[in-house]
């Protein structure tokens, strides 16, 4: 049992591969941390021999945020479970190959996506934003949830433990915003319980540009630890939350992002109209875009990229439309484009 390893140190690392019979006798692989992580320990393998490379993944119990956020290793397992299962169920080309994964070590290994890729929410941030990328991300998350809903016993018989789900989004996210910010704590108290209550298809759970890769532009997926059977709206929530921030971020670009807000909308509602839960979806996919709206400058994981006036300016926007929420999307979208343009004291 392996519960001292550390993949960040490349001797130990390398050790540890040959001890598993990973590498040749005469291999010597090329080892590079990967930065920017907060919950797992991320390290690129590269085998020139074999002309292959490997993403190892190690979860921490203690994740590198500034304020005290734990949660057990063993969610990297729940990360292997959801690789395998969105492999099947996702389209093809749009998830990493699965390598293997170890229980002792608390270790998921994947191939890497091939170079040249960019994280897409470094291009977004950049200026990067295509029509045509956005469309791939509703395709993506639309078919997730539909096929996974065809196969509901099965999914919800795999993924019935929701304990990273609540460890990881609803308590630093909903639960933790509520505390800090006393007008919004009844409407996120009862976002919680309807979350909780609420199960119908696979959730990723942590839908955003910042877990997305775009390789030969085509958007591939990762990070998978809080996947889960749930509400699909909160991915929706989650996700069309970056596309909004980015638009209070990038005011010169506002139009521009509030059209892909938009676009993305209507394309995943596209897909999914064929399920049963479509149509009482979109109250729910409204409620938890404000709740992650203002989870993310209140939360325990605020925006990196808004600064602190800007993130005083989203929560009083968010604030502004909790007593009389938008019914449909594009109200919720045009509603808090125009609160950005509000002054407030």
């Known amino acids: 049992m392996n519960t001292t390893l550390d993949i960040e140190q490349p001797a130990a690392l390398i050790a540890y591969l040959r001890a598993r019979g990973d590498l040749l006798p005469d291999e010597q692989p090329q080892i590079d941390v990967l930065a920017g992580g907060v919950s797992n320990r991320t ?66 290994a994947m191939r890497a996506v ?105 958007l591939i997926l990762l990070d998978h630890e809080v996947i889960h059977y749930g509400d699909p709206a909160f991915d929706v929530g989650f996700s069309m939350t970056h596309l909004l921030s980015k638009a209070h971020h990038l005011p010169e670009q506002r139009a521009v992002f509030a059209q892909a807000a938009l676009g993305y909308w209507q394309t995943y509602a596209g897909i999914i109209a064929p399920a049963e839960w479509s149509a009482a979806l979109e109250a729910r996919a409204v409620r938890h875009t404000l709740a992650c709206l203002l989870a993310r400058v209140a939360g325990r994981s605020p925006l990196e990229y808004l600064g602190e006036s800007q993130r005083a300016h989203q929560r009083a926007a968010v604030l502004a439309l909790l007593p009389d929420p938008p019914a449909a999307m594009p109200e919720l979208i045009h509603a808090f484009l125009k609160q950005l343009d509000t002054e407030f004291t």
Do not use: C, M
């Open 43 to 108: 390290v690129r393998v590269t085998l020139p021999q074999r002309g292959e490379t490997w993403v190892l993944k190690q979860a921490l119990e203690k994740l590198r945020v500034a304020v005290d956020w734990f949660s057990s290793p063993q969610r990297i397992h729940r990360e292997a479970l959801g690789l395998r299962w969105l492999g099947q169920i996702a389209p093809p080309g749009t998830l990493p190959d699965f390598v293997f994964e170890d229980h002792d070590a608390h270790i998921l």
């Open 114 to 218: 091939p170079e040249p890729h960019h994280n897409w929410k470094r291009l977004l941030l950049d200026g990067g934003l295509q029509t045509d990328h956005v469309q791939q991300f509703a395709l993506l998350l639309g078919t997730i949830h539909l096929r996974a809903a065809h196969q509901r016993e099965a999914v919800a018989a795999a993924f019935e433990d929701r304990s990273f789900f609540e460890s990881l989004r609803l308590e630093p996210y909903y639960a933790y915003s509520a505390a800090q910010v006393q007008p919004a704590s009844s409407f996120l108290n009862h976002l919680i319980a309807e979350t909780r209550a609420t199960r119908l298809t696979l959730v990723h759970g942590d839908y955003s540009p910042k877990n997305i890769l775009v390789h030969q532009d085509r």
